[in-house]
Structures are given as structure tokens and as C-alpha cells.
């Protein structure tokens, strides 16, 4: 880091490279941007499911092992459409019933759609001596009595009740199998647009709410809204931004400069998405917008330096040479301190997460490098700023010039009411974080307001959910399947799950062996149970293929239940969307049931599926996350440390850029926002985003020691009046900026729009009064012999005229020839 301590010739030759080869840069820029933009296009939308647990955990084991036995039929395939038609078995509603599930099997990609009328029914075959899978509706009713039949046949099947019908509500279901292939492509949008129109058609003629849920559909909404609100952000990000700078600055030309930046900033984003072979998921759709937030910081101190220094001695050139100097380096590290906070990310290993942190940190130095080389190239082919584009810094009756004063008077005489202000406000955010819980639901992520959230209301008040719960059953023999004692050991768990209020009714083997003998005794519903002893293989016999035990058995019905060596079985369950606390506590609770029924010793059971692997997943990633955290200030403090060799100026440093922090984790429990995945990432980027203020005032603080003679109080004030402007302005910019992302749709997004926002806002006010009261009250405890003497003085600004008289000498030299 020698280019940051003892020599400027680091910054004699970026200075002298910047203003001599300007065009050049530009033309460079503008070819990097156009490669960037052909990129950016090609960038495609993530549909898969984030991989939070490393390969080698059990959890993601048994997960594996799971889909890799039962393929297709695993969960996380299935949508539903759902609507409450008390009509729906007279002949007019029954027959359009009929023709949307016809009309939905049509859709490319569809697989399977079972719905009352398309459910399949075991027929007892006596000449061929086995069942015959039959469409209980092999056509379209043409009369009342047909439909009555179907609705009797129908409704005598325990199998389907509470799955596809709910004769208390009156609720129906329609399930629909997706080809896997076609959920992690670009074809699952259409698809499911499809679906929705067809389905809608129905609801439009009979006045009917239509509701899709599942986790098909689901993500296929997240995909859509997560491209939908990546360009609105980054507009309303834009717009605001715009808005803001103009009102500061008053100059359309400074606002069109460091729009350029940032807009360029957002297109090499997303040509960095594509050629890192990275897609669009729903943290990399918010950088964009976030870059543009974080982007216009930079500009904001650069061009505060440029205008103060114009207004000081009015030559161009010097002001552009002391710009990129003077802010350069504070910029420098700024933004070396906002990539760690986002760069700490990884580490995890969540895979969306460990993207995000790379595009982020890589974006986030380019944009400083943009920064520090077009806004001195633009400036440099205009003319120096009018008087009216430097009022707000030689107004001294400014609003911001008021505050100024203000906050210099407040650190002066009232430091006594600051502490204790501060010391209450630290025990109350510290009582705060005692409340807080760390949960989280697999769509958690999903505004209550959206029609999502609704619709999966409506699945689980009518139908108990649609979130999978998988529990395998390895009898560790084969055909231990065919056993009666394993069965009713089946049939117990099942009857166990059923209590909880939590779960729908499991479907298993049982079931299927069930239906065989209501099927055996001509559909009796009385029947429905499992054989004894007596019947069970004259019973069995007639299922096809069900003693079968090889590896080349057909898929068939059975193979969606059970392992080709009838070994291993599965029971699904579909859930509530329940928080992980309450997955825990259940699963907790449901193990040492199942212990009982399946003695360890003799059988191998597995709680597994997508609600199992997010259980594990969210507690693995917080842990993550917290572990990012501290790297992140670590990582920030070995930052802070190239400013001052003292420890106690990077304590003190850090104190204010802690309190936010620990005030906006107290605001959390105090709001019962949880800890999860989507609040816990705020941490590390707001304060690498926060420590930037501290950066840019220690800076003045320190280059005004070495002018006013070690003269602490005034060197204070003067690091107020000079930094003071651009913290405020740039706090303003970035509030607002994190502000609009509480328009988003996504609950973490939403999250992150208020969370960063309420730690900027304090952050702004712990780094204009805290840091400086600290400076003033412990300065002779500061201002050690060592702390004077220190050799790595990063901001001690020397040999400035040297350098400005050595690149104007160049220049000039350069326009006569």
C-alpha cells in the first residue's frame, strides 16, 4: 500500500494519465460499455432454488438420495389451481370443470393434472386376474345423472378426500404435474401464463376467485416480479437520484455527469451477470438499482471537492488535479470498505448469495474507477462552474450550512447530553435485540399483500397447504415392503401425522394398498383399510407388478411410492407455510414418535423434502451470515487502519458505525422482525456503506491536524464545514435511494428498503456528532507522540502545490504544442 502512505506519485501519474489521454479513456470506456451492453442482453432469469447446505451435510444427502429414487414424483413438481364452487357437480360447472383439465393436460410442458374430473380409480379385473387403472371420467358428461354418478363414486373414495375436494367449503383442487426440464428454463413463464389463463377463463365465467399456489408457480411469480421490479427500480432509483442532485447542486451539467457514471455502471452489472455465467435471481436484480444508489456517493464528494475548489481559486485544472488527489484516496477506501460489506457474503454458501457478493464487490471498485476518470474528463472539456452552481457552499444561511452550525455548537457545549443520549439509546437497542427471533417460511420473502400469499391462505384454510414434507422408510430388507407389520407400522405414522393441524392427510403406499381392497370389494368404502393376513396376498397379487422385486420393474403407479427391490417407501405430506421455529419444534417433536414405531435398530427413516432442507438450510445460512458480519468488520477495520497506525483511533472510529447497528437490531425486536436470511444481510452492507462517512471526515480531520498544528478543536470544526456537506448530501441520496425498495413486492427487499435506510439515517448522525464529540473529549488521549509521528499518514495531504504546478506545467505545455 505504498501509493497510500509516503508517496504521491501514485496520484501524480493517475492525474497526469487522466488529463492527457482524455479522449482516448473515453473512446475506451465507450467500447468497454457497448462488449458490456451485448453481455448484459444475453443475461437470463435463475429458476432454480437457491443451494444453501453444502453437498457433504446430511441434510442434502438424504435430499439427494431422495430425488434420485423417486425422480419426477419428488416434491417440488406440483402446482394447484383451486376455487370454491358450491355448484361445481351440476352438469354446466362439472363440464367446464372437465374441459380445464383437458385444456390444461394440452400445455406444453404439463405432465399430469388429476382433478375431479380427471381421477383414476382401481377396477377389479377378474378374467386377467389384476386391477385395472381406470379414468373415473373417460368423457364429458352430456346429463345430470352421469354427473351425480361421478360425484357418488367420487365421493365414496377416501384416497381423494381432503386432496382434491373439501365437502364442508366446498373447495376444489386441480394438481398439476411439471416437467422438470421445463421448470429450470425460460419456458416455465409461458407455461405457467397458460395456466393462468386457462384456469382464469373459468373463474371469469362463474364469478370465481381463481387460486394457484405451489412451488412451480411460486417461483415462476418470484422470476416475473424479480424482472418487473429490477427495471422499475432501477427508473425510480434514476429518477430520484436525479431529482436529488439537482436540487443539491443546481446544475443540470454536474447531474448528467454522474448519471452517466452510474448508468454505465448498471450496464457493465449486468455484463458482468452474463460473463461470470451467472443468472438474474432476486438479489442480483437489485443491484442494478443499488449500484446507482451506491454509485452517485462517490460522484457527490467529487464534486463538492471540484465546486469548493473552483470557488476557492477559480482555476480549472487544479481544482480537477486536488479533486482526484484529495477525494480520490478518501474514495479509495470508501469503496474498498463498501465491497468488503457485500464481498463478506462469500463466504456463505448459498449460492445466490456468494454471486450477489462477487458481482457486487467487482461493480462497486469499477465504479470508483469510472468515477475518478469521467467526471475529470467531462469537467476538463467545459467551462469552470457558474457562481450560482457554488451558492449551497458560499450560502452561510443554507439549510445545510444551518445544521452545520448547529451540530458545531451541540459537540461544544452539550457532549455530557450527547453521551448520555447516546448511552440510553445504545441499552434500549441492546434490550431491543433480546426480543429477537430468528424464523423464516419458505415463501417468506413474498409481500402478505400479494396475491400469492392469498392464494396459498386459501390452500392451506381449505386444503392444509402445499408446502412438501417427505418421510422415507428404509425397511433395510427386500420386499420388506410386502410384509403386513411393516404396512400397519406405515399406517401408524400416518395416523400420527394426521394429528397435527399443521399437516394434510399423508399419502403413501398404504393408501394404494387401501384403495386395492376397496376396489376388491367392488369399491365398498367400507373397505377401505388394509388386508389381514388372509386377503393381503390374494389382494396384492392382483396389483401389477407389486411382487415384482427387480431393477427393471416399469414405472408405474408404484414407482412414485416405493424402490424398485420394494425396500424403501416414501410418505408425502403437504404443510402449512409455517416458520422454521414451528418446522423445528414439530419435527422435534414427531422424531422420537417415529422412533417408537421404527426402531432405529431395524429401520432407517429420513425426514426429508423441501421444507426439511429449508429448515436446515435458513439455520446453516445465519450462522453464515453472522460469520460474514464479523469478516466484514474485520476486514473494514484492517481498512481503517491505512488511515491511522492507533489503535484508539480505529476503536474510536468504529464506535460510530457499532451504534446504528446495534439501534436498527433493537428496532428489529422491538418490531418483531425476524432474523432471517432477507434481514440479516443488511448488517454487513450498511455498514460498509455507513463507515464511509467516518472515512471522508477522519480524512478532513487529519490533513486539518497537520494544518492547524495539532490544534484539535479547530481542526474538528473545520473537518465539519469541509466534509459535512458531502456526508449530508450523500446520507440524503442514499436514504432515499434505499427508501424505494419498501415498494417492492418481496418482503426482503422491502426489508432491505427500511432496515438500511433507518441504520443510514443514524449512521449520518452518530458520524456528524458522536465521532467528532469523541475526538474533542478524548484528545489527549488520542494525540499520543506515536499518533504524530506516524509514518502511515494516508490522508496527510503534501507536496499538493508540487503536484498541481508539475501537471499544470504539463498541460500547458502540452496545448502549445
Request: charged share 20%.
Amino acid at each position: 500500500m505504498d501509493f497510500l502512505t509516503n508517496s504521491n506519485s501514485m496520484w501524480q501519474f493517475l492525474v497526469r494519465f487522466t488529463l492527457r489521454n482524455r479522449l482516448a479513456i473515453l473512446i475506451v470506456i465507450g467500447l468497454l460499455t457497448v462488449f458490456m451492453g451485448y453481455e448484459g442482453s444475453k443475461v437470463q432469469l435463475s429458476y432454480h432454488l437457491a443451494k444453501m447446505l453444502p453437498s457433504t451435510d446430511p441434510t442434502s444427502i438424504e435430499y439427494s438420495n431422495f430425488k434420485k429414487e423417486f425422480g419426477q414424483s419428488g416434491d417440488g413438481s406440483v402446482s394447484f389451481i383451486a376455487v370454491k364452487d358450491p355448484r361445481l357437480f351440476t352438469l354446466q360447472h362439472f363440464d367446464d370443470w372437465y374441459d380445464l383439465t383437458r385444456n390444461l393436460m394440452k400445455i406444453k410442458g404439463v405432465k399430469q393434472v388429476i382433478s375431479s374430473a380427471r381421477v383414476f380409480t382401481l377396477v377389479r379385473d377378474d378374467s386377467l386376474h389384476k386391477f385395472d387403472f381406470k379414468n373415473l371420467v373417460p368423457h364429458r358428461p352430456t346429463t345430470q345423472k352421469e354427473v351425480d354418478s361421478i360425484k357418488k363414486v367420487l365421493y365414496s373414495l377416501p384416497l381423494y378426500q381432503g386432496r382434491l375436494f373439501n365437502r364442508k367449503t366446498h373447495a376444489h383442487l386441480i394438481m398439476i404435474t411439471v416437467d422438470k426440464n421445463i421448470l429450470n428454463s425460460k419456458a416455465r413463464i409461458p407455461m405457467m401464463k397458460k395456466m393462468t389463463e386457462v384456469a382464469n377463463k373459468y373463474g371469469q365465467k362463474y364469478h370465481l376467485i381463481v387460486h394457484k399456489s405451489g412451488l412451480p408457480y411460486i417461483r415462476t411469480i418470484q422470476s416475473a416480479l424479480i424482472l418487473h421490479e429490477s427495471f422499475l427500480f432501477v427508473f425510480l432509483s434514476a429518477f430520484v437520484t436525479f431529482i436529488l442532485l439537482f436540487v443539491l447542486f443546481r446544475s443540470v451539467r454536474a447531474v448528467f455527469f454522474a448519471m452517466v457514471v452510474v448508468i454505465i455502471a448498471v450496464i457493465w452489472t449486468l455484463g458482468t451477470v452474463t460473463l461470470l455465467g451467472y443468472k438474474f435471481t432476486i438479489l442480483t436484480g437489485v443491484l442494478p438499482p443499488l449500484l446507482i444508489v451506491i454509485g452517485v456517493e462517490n460522484s457527490i464528494f467529487l464534486l463538492n471537492k471540484y465546486l469548493d475548489e473552483i470557488r476557492l481559486h477559480g482555476n480549472k485544472t487544479r481544482a480537477l488535479s486536488r479533486m482526484i488527489v484529495r477525494i480520490g484516496k478518501a474514495n479509495l477506501l470508501t469503496n474498498a470498505t463498501t465491497a468488503a460489506g457485500f464481498g463478506a457474503f462469500i463466504v456463505t454458501s448459498n449460492t445466490f448469495l456468494v454471486e450477489f457478493g462477487i458481482v457486487a464487490t467487482l461493480n462497486i471498485l469499477a465504479i470508483y474507477v469510472l468515477s475518478m476518470l469521467i467526471l475529470p474528463i467531462l469537467f476538463s472539456y467545459f467551462p469552470v462552474p457558474k457562481p450560482r452552481h457554488l451558492k449551497h457552499l458560499n450560502n452561510d444561511k443554507g439549510f445545510t450550512t444551518k445544521i452545520l452550525d448547529k451540530v458545531g455548537i451541540l459537540i461544544s457545549n452539550y457532549r455530557t447530553i450527547i453521551y448520555s443520549v447516546t448511552v440510553l439509546l445504545v441499552l434500549m437497542g441492546s434490550y431491543g435485540i433480546t426480543k429477537l427471533q430468528t424464523t423464516g417460511t419458505i415463501v417468506d420473502d413474498i409481500s402478505k399483500k400479494n396475491q400469492l400469499q392469498k392464494d396459498l391462505f386459501f390452500m392451506e384454510k381449505n386444503f392444509k397447504g402445499v408446502m412438501p414434507l417427505e418421510i422415507t422408510v428404509n425397511t433395510e430388507k427386500n420386499g420388506g415392503l410386502l410384509r403386513l407389520y411393516n404396512l400397519k407400522k406405515i399406517e401408524q405414522l400416518q395416523d400420527t401425522l394426521a394429528l397435527y393441524p399443521q399437516f394434510a392427510r399423508p399419502v403413501s403406499i398404504v393408501g394404494l394398498v387401501k384403495s386395492a381392497k376397496q376396489a376388491f370389494y367392488r369399491g365398498n368404502p367400507k373397505m377401505y383399510s388394509l388386508p389381514n393376513s388372509q386377503e393381503k396376498n390374494f389382494i396384492l397379487s392382483y396389483i401389477p407388478n407389486f411382487k415384482q422385486k427387480s431393477h427393471n420393474r416399469k414405472r408405474n403407479l408404484l414407482s412414485a411410492f416405493v424402490d424398485s427391490n420394494l425396500r424403501i417407501t416414501r410418505i408425502s405430506v403437504q404443510m402449512a407455510n409455517i416458520g422454521t421455529n414451528e418446522i423445528d419444534s414439530i419435527l422435534r417433536t414427531i422424531r422420537p414418535k417415529i422412533n417408537k414405531i421404527f426402531p432405529p435398530s431395524k429401520y432407517k427413516v429420513h425426514l426429508t423434502g423441501t421444507s426439511v432442507v429449508f429448515l436446515k438450510s435458513t439455520n446453516y445460512l445465519i450462522k453464515n451470515l453472522a460469520y460474514s458480519l464479523l469478516l466484514a468488520i474485520a476486514v473494514i477495520t484492517l481498512l481503517m487502519s491505512f488511515i491511522f497506525s492507533s489503535v484508539k483511533m480505529i476503536v474510536v472510529s468504529l464506535i460510530p458505525n457499532t451504534i446504528p447497528l446495534i439501534l436498527t437490531a433493537g428496532m428489529m425486536g422491538y418490531f418483531g422482525i425476524s432474523i432471517k436470511p432477507s434481514t440479516i444481510i443488511i448488517f454487513s452492507i450498511a455498514l460498509g456503506i455507513s463507515v464511509d462517512n467516518t472515512i471522508h471526515y477522519l480524512s478532513r480531520y487529519r490533513l486539518h491536524l497537520k494544518t492547524n498544528h495539532w490544534d484539535v478543536k479547530k481542526s474538528v470544526m473545520d473537518a465539519l464545514k469541509e466534509a459535512g456537506y458531502s456526508m449530508i448530501f450523500s446520507a440524503t441520496v442514499l436514504f432515499f435511494g434505499f427508501y424505494i425498495f419498501t415498494f417492492s413486492s418481496f418482503g426482503g427487499t422491502e426489508a432491505l428498503g427500511y432496515l438500511v435506510s433507518f441504520t443510514l439515517l443514524i449512521a449520518l448522525l452518530t458520524n456528524l456528532i458522536v465521532l467528532p464529540s469523541l475526538l474533542l473529549t478524548l484528545d489527549k488521549w488520542l494525540l499520543t507522540k506515536s499518533f504524530k509521528e506516524a509514518d502511515r499518514e494516508v490522508f496527510v495531504e503534501e507536496q499538493h502545490d508540487e503536484l498541481d504546478s508539475v501537471v499544470l506545467e504539463e498541460l500547458e505545455n502540452k496545448k502549445k504544442q
